[in-house]
């Protein structure tokens, strides 16, 4: 069993920043991709960023330039450093993970969710 655990959101100002971190735990053998998403109130859960295991990284084209997305494979935790925050950026935040887990004899692929953590970005 795999666990991803979200901290770090909160409720800033426009123009604040605030860091989230996930850190997954459980059965792990190795940690593919990780990233952040978001779902605001009525819509769609979005891509934020994403990082694979060797560092490269990709960004929703809304928060290129103000946010950060890293690593750190020997403690299996990913961080979002969020600058410049706007009252858009305002959601749910998720962490994902896709995680091998040694059952058996085999190897599991799977995508793991964390419970989400709320940012709130006030005008």
């Known amino acids: 069993q795999v666990q991803l655990v979200e901290s770090g959101g909160g409720s800033v100002q426009a123009g604040g920043s605030l860091r989230l971190s996930c850190a997954a735990s459980g059965s792990i053998f190795s940690i593919n991709d990780m990233g952040w998403y978001r779902q605001a109130p009525g819509k769609q859960r979005d891509m934020v960023a994403t990082?694979?295991?060797?560092?490269?990284?990709n960004y929703a084209d809304s928060v290129k330039g103000r946010f950060t997305i890293s690593r750190d494979n020997a403690k299996a935790t990913v961080y979002l450093q969020m600058n410049t925050l706007k009252p858009e950026d305002t959601a749910v935040y998720y962490c994902?993970?896709?995680?091998?887990?040694?059952?058996?004899?085999?190897?599991?692929?799977?995508?793991?969710w964390g419970q989400g953590t709320r940012v709130t970005v006030s005008s």
């Open positions: 990082i694979t295991s060797g560092g490269t990284t």
């Open positions: 994902n993970a896709v995680v091998l887990t040694r059952q058996a004899a085999a190897m599991m692929r799977n995508s793991y």
